[in-house]
């Protein structure tokens, strides 16, 4: 409840000349105290884990939204992440739930048409991947990252080979 009090504060804030933001924080941290509560119980039934990712995003969209969010947002995506990933690997049932297979599978077909881009700018963007990828500290996420990188030359190289 919380984690959706915060988040319509933040929005009505966002939207209207109206200051709800420190109901929004207050609303937010207990968001966050709740969740940390929740995800140090286990084992988690379906409705938990549905509970659980619902906060996770309710918490990063409140954050896209928030003034100076950016970090905030960044940190709450991630989480969201890592919470899928743990509800997985506990084999809750939630529904919301995909693999990094399944989402590349839903993916695909949104990534086969995107547009051509200048090669120009493939060149410089793969050396920023490059220098990004020792800083991914954990395992999932340099396989994450890693793996993103090569579908996403590959794609390229593809497109650009075609024109």
């Given at each position: 409840?919380?984690?959706?009090?915060?988040?319509?504060?933040?929005?009505?804030?966002?939207?209207?000349?109206?200051?709800y933001?420190?109901?929004?924080?207050?609303?937010?941290?207990?968001?966050?105290?709740?969740l940390?509560?929740?995800?140090?119980?286990?084992?988690?039934?379906?409705?938990?884990?549905?509970?659980?990712?619902?906060?996770?995003?309710?918490l990063?969209?409140?954050?896209?939204?928030?003034?100076?969010?950016?970090?905030?947002?960044?940190t709450?995506?991630?989480?969201?992440?890592l919470?899928?990933?743990?509800?997985?690997?506990?084999?809750?049932?939630v529904?919301?739930?995909?693999?990094?297979?399944?989402?590349?599978?839903?993916?695909?077909?949104?990534?086969?048409?995107?547009?051509?881009?200048?090669?120009?700018?493939?060149e410089?963007?793969?050396?920023?991947?490059?220098?990004?990828?020792?800083?991914?500290?954990?395992?999932?996420?340099?396989?994450f990252?890693?793996?993103?990188?090569?579908?996403?030359?590959?794609?390229?190289?593809?497109?650009?080979?075609?024109?």
């Amino acid at each position: 409840m919380h984690a959706l009090l915060g988040l319509a504060a933040t929005c009505l804030t966002f939207a209207c000349d109206a200051d709800y933001s420190s109901l929004a924080i207050y609303h937010h941290l207990l968001t966050i105290l709740g969740l940390n509560e929740a995800l140090s119980t286990t084992p988690w039934t379906s409705d938990d884990g549905d509970a659980l990712i619902a906060a996770c995003y309710a918490l990063a969209f409140q954050s896209y939204f928030m003034k100076d969010g950016m970090y905030e947002y960044l940190t709450m995506v991630r989480g969201c992440g890592l919470v899928s990933l743990q509800l997985l690997d506990d084999n809750v049932d939630v529904s919301f739930s995909t693999s990094l297979n399944e989402h590349w599978e839903f993916m695909q077909s949104r990534l086969d048409n995107l547009p051509s881009i200048d090669t120009s700018l493939l060149e410089g963007s793969s050396s920023s991947l490059d220098a990004i990828l020792p800083l991914c500290k954990e395992s999932d996420t340099h396989i994450f990252f890693s793996q993103s990188t090569t579908k996403l030359r590959s794609k390229n190289q593809r497109r650009c080979s075609s024109r």
